[in-house]
Every structure is written in structure tokens, then in C-alpha cells.
């Protein structure tokens, strides 16, 4: 996880002077974004020599830390905006870390004259500079020895260069093996790890790619996209390092297919059975990444797939789908959108979608489509023939509205007015009472308002009820606030509908407004959260009302929340 911190602080011209004159890293900027503890922390650590300055450039600082572990450290930019990241654990959780603040003030303490290019790896780089080839081999081969993961990729690079492409396929193919072995259940904290040795494989083999080896680099990236896929189920991913290595696998997959150019109807076959069968889209829309190696007569063969796929796909009466109608449907769907869009047939495209009207929502999609395309007739034809299909159900409320919608275009408003009317009345919804309003005006509006009222239950207030909660929204929409009121006082209300409609007339209404925000006051320091939103509450209320009544609230409020120190802090 990368986190960039970027402050603006104004500090006195003297002060600022001096920062920018002596100092690459602003020490009040530091400040702020380590926040005090971490920043106390970090001074401890410059001062007890902890870190260790690897490298200084113009725009970047790269260091070492000694703590429970070294961490490594970089800091870009200067002045007052900059920004870094570190190894520690602390840095992923919280962001800037005490090994930032030592390492800006380990920078900090350089003499002005010697900070850019210097740290241990200048020094180390000018010494190796010295040094004959002989020498420097020598000491790799040392370090490789007592160093696996070095010592593996140096092997896979001198294999990708010396061996013959049969030994090279085995020997990659046994390095993607122990890479992506999985014994028992790989954690969270363990998956970065994991990920990363699986990174350094593909990191072999994709210098294949460009150069005669591309062939045995498309075989290896298959076996590594199957052995990753297989490792998935085995390995807690919530950071998403599998997909990334799902990608990374693909896209040298796509490469060397594009050097290699396989022949294109085996290469079609290939994808599409990949596509048909992978559980984490790494080969979704396969046809669309692949075109330019597919090219014309793969592209024809894949379609011819998808087709015969799709025409053989079961389905029920009527259109409705089966329970075992393939899971993949919806993938073939989109395959063939992908053809038929590049073919510019838009006929096929409507047809596509209507193979499936199994759901109001299927209809929807399909009438949005047609609208989306310039078929309004067909759009409003397949709107109506939806809300007929599935006039015994709770209609959907989109595919509702984008009926009137499209009834009221050609003319219909009468009509669209009475699909709202009767869908308003089995599920009543803001959206159709502004519908309602806007094609049949204000007859049909006090229509719905009645039939609102009427629907209120009778008796003691709930403190919920739809229609009520409707009613008030509509009422505070419309301003009518006195009725809004009203309707609150006699059937209750949600406190969020309640602070809604006190918010929208307080300057008016102020008595019950001040009633409402008082009873949030009250829900929220009790809850212990909430209190910067309960302060800024008590503030508001102090406009609505005489001074000397809000003193005397504040000093309830103190009697009663005494203990509560972080809101009280919080009061005027």
C-alpha cells in the first residue's frame, strides 16, 4: 500500500527562509503529517543513529532503518511538499511512519553542500565502478550463494540465454511449480510473500517474449496462469495480489502471441475454451484482447464458437430460462455484443438481448438499449410488453418510469399517467409521485397525496409507517412544511427524516427544529460516536435561539455529559 502526503503550512517569512534554505524536508510539515507520538518516535530514532542513507538524489532520498526488522525507506520531493513510503507494517496500516520522520531528519542534518548523491550506494557504486570483471562476478556469485531468491533469478536469466527451448520449458515449468506451491492455507500476512516469489518467476519469463523464445513463453504463461488459478482457493486474497498476478501472466500471454503469431484458428479455439472455463475473468473478452493475433480468421472462428454456443444454449417457454441454462450465457452475450458492435449490426445486438426476458430487469436493459441506439418505438414496445408480462408482480420501478418516459414522447400521456397511478398504488415511490406530477400536473398529484393519507395507519404513532415517511418527503420537497409537520407530530418519524425536514425549514420552523436537533444531540453522546456532528448540532442551534436560552442548554448538556471529556472539549 502506497500512501503520498502533500501539506500546505503556513509558517512566519523567518521560519519559512530557514526551511527552505537549510532544510531539503520542512520540519513543521514533518510534523504535522507524523502527528506528535510518531514524530517523538522518529526523532528517537534519528538520534540513536538507526538510519542508514543508501542514497540522496534531486527528487529522491532512499534509506535503511534498523527496528524489529530494516526496513527500507524512500522520500521523494523537498520543501514543504513531499510525500514516501515504507517496508514497516506501520506504514501499510497507518501511513507516515517514525522510520519517515528519521530518515527526513537524518537528511535534514547533511550538510547543505554534500546531500545530492551522496548515502552508502554512490559510494558503493563508485567502488564497484573499480573493479575488474572477474571481480565483480565473484562477488555475485557469492552473494547468489546465500541469497535463494537471487540465486534463482540469475539461474532462470543465464537458462533463458544458454539453454535449448526443451530444457528451458522444463526448467521454467519447475520454477512455476515450487513458486506457486500452496501447503495448508496461506494467509493474509503470508500472501505478499507468496505473491511476490510467484512475481519473480513471471519476471523470467517475460524477457522471452521479445525474441525467439516467444513460443515456450506462451506454453509457460499458461502453465502459470493454471497454477495460480489453483492456487486462489488455498490463499486468503483480500489484497487482490492473485489478480494482479492473474494480469501480469495474461498480458505476456497476449505479448508473445503477438511475436509468436500461433496459427489462428487453433489460437481462437484455445481462448475461447479458456474463456468459457475461467472462474476469475483473466480471459474475459478474450476476442477484444486478442484481435490484432487473432486477426481476421481467428476472429471469424471464435465468433463461430460463441455462435454455435449460443444458439445451443437452452432455454424455456416462452423465453424464460431454465435452471440449468449455462452459466456462462451471459459471457456468450457479451462475445457476440463484441461482433456485432464491430460489425455495426444492431439488429443482431437487439436480438441478443432478447433471447432472455426471464425478469422485468432483462426487459429493462433491452428497452434501455433500444433507446440508447435510436429505436424509441422498439424500446417502448418492449417496455410495455415487460410491465404486460409481469403485470401480476411488484413492478420494477424503472422499467415503469421508462415507460411513461417514452409513452409521454409520443404523445400518451394519459396512458403513462395511468401506469403510474396504478404502480404507485402497489408500491408507492418518490420517483413516481414526481413522475405523476410532471405528465399528469396537479390532478394527479392530490391523487396520489390522498391516496397517501388514506394509507396512514390510525392509532398511536409508530415512528415508522411508508406512507408516512413518503408523505413527509414529498411535503418537505415541496416546501409545504406545515404539512410535513403535521404528519410527523401525528405518525412519528425515522430520525433521519426528522433531521432532513428540520434542516430544510429551521430559519421557519424553528421550535420543532430545535426539538429534533436536541434529541439527536442526545442519541449521539450516548451512542459515544458522533460527537463532532452533536457539536456542530449544539452551534447550529445557537442561531435559532436567544443566547441566554442556549447557555442555559450547554450547561444542561454539561451536567449530564460531564464525563463525556472528548465532547465536551468539543463545546463552546
Request: hydrophobic share 40%.
Amino acid at each position: 500500500m502506497r500512501h503520498t502526503f502533500a501539506l500546505m503550512v503556513t509558517l512566519p517569512a523567518a521560519t519559512y527562509m530557514t526551511a527552505r534554505n537549510r532544510l531539503r524536508f520542512d520540519f513543521d510539515v514533518l510534523r504535522e503529517l507524523a502527528g506528535e507520538k510518531v514524530f517523538a518516535r522518529g526523532v528517537a530514532y534519528h538520534r540513536e543513529g538507526l538510519v542508514e542513507i543508501l542514497l540522496i538524489d534531486p527528487g529522491r532520498v532512499l534509506a535503511q532503518v534498523r527496528g524489529t526488522d530494516d526496513y527500507r525507506v524512500e522520500i521523494t520531493g523537498q520543501g514543504e511538499h513531499f510525500g514516501g513510503e515504507c517496508s514497516c507494517p506501520a506504514f501499510g496500516d497507518w501511513g507516515f511512519c517514525k522510520h519517515l520522520v528519521a530518515t527526513a531528519l537524518a537528511v535534514n542534518d547533511q550538510p547543505a553542500a554534500e546531500v545530492d548523491g551522496a548515502g552508502a550506494l554512490t559510494r558503493i557504486r563508485d567502488h564497484l565502478k573499480n573493479k575488474g570483471v572477474d571481480a565483480l562476478v565473484e562477488l555475485v556469485l557469492d552473494v547468489a550463494t546465500r541469497d535463494p531468491a537471487l540465486f534463482r533469478k540469475l539461474d532462470m536469466a543465464a537458462a533463458a540465454v544458454h539453454d535449448d527451448d526443451k530444457t528451458l520449458r522444463k526448467r521454467l515449468r519447475k520454477a512455476i511449480d515450487g513458486a506457486t506451491r500452496i501447503k495448508g492455507f496461506v494467509d493474509y500476512r503470508e500472501a505478499s510473500g507468496w505473491a511476490a516469489g510467484v512475481e519473480s518467476v513471471l519476471d523470467s519469463i517475460a524477457p522471452l517474449v521479445s525474441g525467439a523464445r516467444s513460443g515456450p513463453a506462451i506454453e509457460l504463461a499458461e502453465h502459470a496462469i493454471d497454477r495460480i488459478s489453483q492456487a486462489i482457493q488455498s490463499i486468503d486474497d483480500s489484497d487482490g495480489n492473485c489478480s494482479a498476478l492473474l494480469a501480469e501472466a495474461r498480458d505476456i500471454h497476449v505479448a508473445a502471441t503477438l511475436q509468436a503469431r500461433p496459427e489462428p484458428v487453433r489460437l481462437a479455439r484455445s481462448l475461447f475454451a479458456r474463456e468459457m472455463r475461467d472462474d476469475y475473468g483473466t480471459f474475459d473478452m478474450a476476442a477484444a484482447l486478442y484481435a490484432e493475433a487473432l486477426g481476421e480468421t481467428g476472429l471469424a472462428e471464435y465468433r463461430s464458437l460463441a455462435t454455435e454456443a449460443w444458439e445451443t444454449s437452452p432455454s424455456g417457454k416462452n423465453g424464460r430460462t431454465q435452471q440449468e441454462f449455462s452459466v456462462n450465457r451471459d459471457q456468450l452475450e457479451r462475445i457476440l455484443d463484441f461482433f456485432a458492435e464491430r460489425a455495426g449490426d444492431v439488429d443482431a445486438r437487439i436480438a441478443l438481448r432478447a433471447k432472455d426476458l426471464s425478469s422485468q430487469w432483462r426487459y429493462l436493459q433491452l428497452a434501455e438499449f433500444c433507446r440508447s441506439q435510436g429505436r424509441a418505438d422498439e424500446a417502448l414496445r418492449r417496455a410495455e410488453e415487460g410491465l404486460w408480462m409481469f403485470e401480476d408482480e411488484v413492478p420494477d420501478e424503472q422499467l415503469v418510469l421508462l415507460a411513461a418516459d417514452l409513452m409521454s414522447k409520443v404523445g400518451r400521456d394519459a396512458e403513462a399517467v395511468a401506469h403510474l397511478q396504478r404502480v404507485f398504488e402497489k408500491d408507492p415511490g418518490f420517483e413516481l409521485y414526481q413522475r405523476l406530477g410532471k405528465y399528469g400536473g396537479e390532478v394527479a398529484r392530490e391523487r396520489a397525496l390522498k391516496f397517501l393519507e388514506a394509507a396512514l395507519p390510525a392509532g398511536k404513532p409508530t415512528g415508522w409507517s411508508g406512507a408516512a415517511d413518503l408523505l413527509i418527503r414529498i411535503r418537505t420537497h415541496e416546501e409545504n412544511f406545515d404539512a410535513a409537520w403535521s404528519v410527523v407530530q401525528k405518525q412519528g418519524a425515522s430520525m433521519g427524516l426528522k433531521q432532513e425536514l428540520a434542516k430544510a425549514c429551521d430559519t421557519t420552523h424553528p421550535a420543532l427544529a430545535l426539538e429534533v436537533y436536541a434529541e439527536r444531540v442526545d442519541q449521539l453522546v450516548n451512542s459515544g460516536s458522533g460527537y463532532a456532528e452533536a457539536a456542530d448540532l449544539v452551534t447550529r442551534m445557537a442561531t435559532l435561539r436567544s443566547k441566554g436560552e442556549q447557555v442555559a442548554y450547554v450547561h444542561a448538556l454539561k451536567e449530564r455529559f460531564g464525563r463525556k471529556r472528548n465532547f465536551m472539549k468539543l463545546l463552546p
